[in-house]
């Protein structure tokens, strides 16, 4: 009987395999997304892309609802399954979502692109401009010469982005903030946008 694949066997090297077939892409692990937490979060030059592991052991229990949170947020989505979901999971995912393969190997773990991810029809730019912080909200209002409108709220802010700036170039700008992104930085970042010095 092949041997298990866990969570932790699969992640680091499912990073590699992603940059050798993508190229430039930032991970971000573990982002919160409506009532779900995205495993992990794929900066791409032009678009976001959400990825959902499921280690020989995980269940489908959750992912009903974790797919139609991912839908709302990303502009494409990978479901990773591990050998023992690899002939059923395209049974739980939308025809949109792209089907990575996880099996042990002499040598470690091998992946296979078992079905290319499509673009996703539901999409909701706002949501995913939700996941930008407002500095960097900011950062996109100043490069498309916009108002500053700092007492206003975030909800404004964004939905000012969204009237005015074409779509092509706000999701290349949403893709730059977050390859910009500086976690280290955040607290001061925020703290100094508050005090209005950004």
Known sequence: MAKKLYDKDIREPLFDFLEEYYGKIRIIEEKQIGRSRADIMM???????????????????????????????????????????????????????????????ENGVDFYLLREAKANPKVDLGQKLALLWRPELA?????????????????????????KVPKAALNEQISQELFERDYTEIGNTIRKFKEGKL
């Not at 498309?144 to 007492?151: F, R, V």
């Open 43 to 105: 900066v791409l030059p032009n678009g976001v892309a959400g990825i959902e592991i499921k280690s020989d052991a995980d269940t489908y229990v959750r992912l009903k609802r974790q797919v139609r949170d991912y839908d709302r947020y990303f502009d494409c989505n990978y479901v990773v399954a591990g050998g023992s979901h690899g002939l059923h999971v395209s049974e739980h995912v939308p025809e949109w979502w792209g089907i990575i393969t996880v099996e042990w190997v």
């Open 139 to 163: 950062h996109i209002q100043e490069i498309n010469g916009l108002a500053k409108y700092k007492q206003k709220s975030k909800a404004f802010v964004m939905e000012k982005l969204l009237e």
